[in-house]
């Protein structure tokens, strides 16, 4: 089991719908990103939030929300999205952004938009 | 544009065996260099290196940077059957601000 707790691990979901994963890390890690992994394929980075400021937002479209509410928590809201998003989300966490400071995953929610 | 290449993307061998992974790159400005296993879910961080010729080990895996050549090496002894998983080389660049991966390398360990 990973430090970085993410929910649900797995989502079904229509088009129509709208949803939340969620994202927890108590390591006092002030770093958190969004990654896309699809199948054998290496993950995609979407956000990064530093200092619960968005730093990076890597052209995703907007049917994805991120939010930081504090330094422990990183959601990512679902809003219409389309087949092709089905995959696995990953969360990560590092002590800083990058800067020597190594990514921690969760084990993801797996996606399937229906 | 930042570039990781893997090889092999994908490897057989019996347990016991031991194996390399290579990992070569073309980045500006390279800061660091990491190796990820992923087994079915979460990768998990292995090594960070940023100096060459420096060996990093943990147990049977061990790895090692040629900033002159630019690539990387990850080792591993006497393999088990819970090595099997995807090896991952991720690269970060000064003032690119993420992670570059590669496609991984997917290593089965048969008993």
């Known amino acids: 089991d990973t430090e970085v707790t993410q929910t649900p691990k797995h989502l079904v979901m229509g088009m129509t719908n709208k949803k939340s994963l969620k994202c927890e890390q108590h390591m006092g890690h002030r770093a958190m990103y969004w990654y896309k992994q699809k199948a054998k394929k290496p993950p995609e980075l979407m956000f990064v939030y530093s200092y619960e400021k968005l730093s990076i937002n890597e052209s995703v479209p907007s049917r994805f929300s991120p939010e930081c509410p504090n330094s422990s928590l990183l959601n990512l809201h679902l809003h219409a999205l389309q087949p092709e998003d089905s995959a696995l989300y990953l969360c990560?966490?590092?002590?800083?952004?990058?800067?020597?400071?190594?990514?921690?995953f969760g084990n993801g929610t797996r996606l399937t938009v229906t | 544009e930042d570039k990781v290449v893997q090889s092999p993307l994908s490897l057989v061998v019996h347990e016991g065996d031991t194996v390399t992974l290579n990992c070569s790159y073309e980045v500006t400005n390279f800061r660091s260099l990491l190796w990820y296993k992923q087994e079915k879910k979460a990768p998990t961080f292995l090594f960070m290196l940023?100096?060459?010729?420096i060996e990093k080990k943990s147990g049977r895996l061990s790895s090692i940077l040629d900033k002159k050549e630019l690539f990387s090496i990850l080792n591993i002894t006497a393999t088990q059957t819970g090595d099997s998983a995807v090896y991952l080389c991720?690269?970060?660049?000064?003032?690119?601000?993420?992670?570059?991966f590669g496609t991984g390398t997917r290593l089965t360990i048969i008993p």
């Open positions: 991720a690269v970060e660049a000064f003032g690119n601000e993420k992670l570059t």
């Open positions: 990560a966490s590092s002590l800083r952004h990058l800067r020597d400071s190594p990514l921690h």
């Open positions: 940023t100096s060459s010729g």
